[in-house]
């Protein structure tokens, strides 16, 4: 089940063949990933803690962050689309994409509202991309849809 800021898939891949999954389901849709943070690798150097493999992702549209950015160029702040990327289990990545609606709601700009709205339903075109070339049966048995 998906937090009402996030939109979620588990896939039964492990965290790099994730990650290319999610690159190219991304490019689909004219977007990208703008910026990555290895969690698991910052933990250990900065905290000595130790940590599965874990990612933070900038995901980005340049469309919809110049219309977003043209109608209120504060609301960069909440950009670009914020991404956690987890591998708890070995060989089941979770992915999580902020909902651009989390945007929408900081905002009575229509303009800004429009974009994440098909900023929205483009990243559910992204998951519905990487629950389709995931193998249904591995899916079934990582509890994802």
């Known amino acids: ?9 588990e896939l039964p891949l492990p965290q790099a063949a994730a990650i290319d999954a999610l690159r190219a389901a991304l490019s689909t849709e004219q ?13 250990k150097a900065k905290l000595g803690l130790d940590s599965h493999p ?6 980005c549209s340049p469309t919809v962050a ?6 209120d160029s504060d609301m960069g702040a909440l950009l670009p689309c914020g991404c956690g990327v987890s591998e708890a289990s070995p060989g089941i990545t ?6 651009p609606a ?8 229509t303009v800004v509202k429009t ?14 991309r990487l629950g389709q070339n995931a193998d249904p049966v591995a899916m079934q048995a990582a509890g994802g849809a």
């Open 1 to 9: 089940m998906s937090p009402a800021y996030a939109l979620t898939i």
């Open 31 to 43: 977007m990208g990933i703008v910026s990555e943070v290895d969690v698991q690798a910052t933990l």
């Open 54 to 59: 874990q990612k933070l992702l900038g995901i």
């Open 66 to 71: 110049h219309a977003i950015l043209n109608a």
């Open 94 to 99: 979770r992915i999580a994409l902020q909902d």
């Open 102 to 109: 989390v945007i929408a709601a900081n905002t009575d700009n």
């Open 115 to 128: 974009a994440c709205q098909a900023a929205t339903a483009a990243l559910q075109r992204v998951l519905g």
